[in-house]
């Protein structure tokens, strides 16, 4: 297994994938976030949060076809799972994280959305 150092800690390869464990794929896993979630919103972006009791914290996408054709909508959600794979240790608690794309989602770049989701974690 490769290891990577940054700033005296020893990455392994394994703090770089998103395991199967840390995304919501059930649709009551999402209706649990979407009952009882706190929201918080940008232009673009919709973030419901909810504590859970797992040992990691998970990330559900949402987005609907009102934000683009399919290549929009994944170029999208690549952007969001790439964000959450690198912050999620960032958060304190495990939580369950749903994101919910606004209509004009798709027309903004790379960096406004890494932006938005920054203020969003933050």
């Known amino acids: 297994m490769q290891q990577l150092q940054k700033n ?11 395991p199967r464990e ?6 009551w896993e999402f209706n649990a976030v979407y009952r009882m ?11 419901l949060v909810l504590i859970n009791s797992q040992e990691h914290s998970r990330l559900g996408v949402t ?16 952007i969001i799972r790439e964000f959450f794979r690198c912050n999620r240790f960032r958060l ?3 939580v369950d994280l749903s994101v919910i794309a606004k209509r004009d ?8 959305i890494w932006h938005e989701l920054e203020e969003l974690f933050g």
Do not use: M, W, Y
């Not at 840390?22 to 649709?27: G, H, I, P, S």
């Not at 989602?105 to 406004?112: L, N, S």
């Open 63 to 78: 987005v609907s076809r009102k934000v683009g054709n399919a290549v929009v909508r994944n170029r999208v959600k690549r």
């Open 92 to 94: 304190e608690k495990p």
């Open 37 to 47: 979630g706190c929201k918080r919103n940008t232009p673009h972006f919709l973030l």
């Open 22 to 27: 840390t995304r919501l794929r059930k649709r």
């Open 105 to 112: 989602a798709g027309q903004v770049d790379t960096d406004t």
């Open 8 to 18: 005296n800690t020893v990455l392994s390869e394994q703090h770089f994938i998103l």
